[in-house]
C-alpha cells in the first residue's frame, strides 16, 4: 500500500517541483532605490498601477516615474525627476501627491520651475495609512490633497529638481536609500492612496540548481517504488 501511494504522488510532485522552478510567483515588493557617490548621472525608473479590479474603477491608475542623480555631495544630493501620469485620458484622475521615505533622514527643496508639484513637506504625513514618510511633494493645499484640477492630469507630465540635504549622515561614504514612493490619486470618483510597483519574484540561481539536485537525488527512489509498484500488480 506505501508502495502504490509514494508511486501515485510522483506526478503531482514532479508537477509542483516544475511550477516552482519555472513559473515563479508574483509579490509586492517596494522598491528601494539606494543611490551612492558612483551614481551620479543614472537614472532609476519607478512604476505604479492600481488596476481596476481594486478599485472597482473603469480604468487602471498608473503613472512612471524617472529620478536622475544630477550631483551628490557629503550633505547633499540633486535629483532631476520626471512625472508622468499614464492614466487614460478619457478618465480624470490627477496625482496631488508624491512621497519617499529617506535614510537616513533628510529635508527637501524644490527647484526649478515645475506647473504642478509647488509645495514640499518634511516629515511627510502621507494619508492612507503609510509610515514614517520622510518627504513629500503635493499640487494641491498640503499633503493630504486638494483641488483635482491643481494636480497632474491623466495623459500628462511634469519635471522638476529636488534638493536633498542631511545633517546626520554623509552621503559620500554612507549613500542614502529611498523608498515607498506612494502616490496620491484624486479622480472623478474618488480618491486613491498606494505605493510603486508590483515585482516578479524571479527564483535566486542557487535556489533553482539546489532544487534541481535535489529533484534528481529523488528520482532513483521514485523510479524504484514504480518498478516494484508494477511487480506486485
Given amino acids: 500500500m506505501r508502495q502504490k501511494t509514494l508511486a501515485s504522488v510522483f506526478p503531482v510532485f514532479l508537477l509542483i517541483i ?4 519555472f513559473f515563479p510567483m508574483t509579490v509586492g515588493a517596494t522598491q528601494v532605490v539606494d543611490i551612492t557617490s558612483g551614481d551620479v548621472g543614472h537614472t532609476y525608473d519607478i512604476t505604479w498601477m492600481d488596476p481596476t479590479s481594486s478599485t472597482g474603477l473603469p480604468t487602471n491608475l498608473s503613472a512612471t516615474g524617472s529620478f536622475t542623480v544630477k ?4 550633505s547633499e544630493i540633486l535629483l532631476n525627476i520626471t512625472l508622468n501620469n499614464t492614466t487614460s485620458s478619457s478618465f480624470q484622475a490627477a496625482i496631488l501627491s508624491l512621497g519617499m521615505t529617506s535614510s537616513p533622514s533628510v529635508s527637501g527643496q524644490l527647484l526649478g520651475a515645475s506647473s504642478v508639484f509647488t509645495g514640499l513637506s518634511d516629515p511627510g504625513n502621507f494619508p492612507g495609512g503609510f509610515k ?3 518627504l513629500c511633494l503635493y499640487a494641491g493645499s498640503n499633503c493630504n490633497g486638494g483641488d ?3 494636480g497632474l492630469q491623466s495623459a500628462s507630465s511634469t519635471s522638476f529638481e529636488l534638493a536633498l540635504t542631511t545633517s546626520t549622515g554623509n552621503f559620500l561614504s554612507s549613500g542614502i536609500d529611498l523608498s515607498q514612493f506612494p502616490v496620491k490619486f484624486q479622480t472623478q470618483d474618488g480618491s486613491f ?3 510603486d510597483s508590483v515585482f516578479p519574484a524571479a527564483p535566486e540561481p542557487s535556489s533553482v540548481l539546489l532544487a534541481g539536485t535535489g ?5 532513483p527512489f521514485f523510479r524504484r517504488t514504480i518498478r516494484k509498484r508494477l511487480f506486485l500488480i
Avoid: H, R, T
Fill in 18 to 21: 516544475s511550477v516552482a522552478l
Fill in 71 to 74: 550631483s551628490l555631495s557629503s
Fill in 132 to 134: 514614517n514618510i520622510n
Fill in 148 to 150: 483635482i484640477n491643481n
Fill in 193 to 195: 492612496e498606494f505605493g
Fill in 215 to 219: 529533484f534528481l537525488m529523488i528520482l
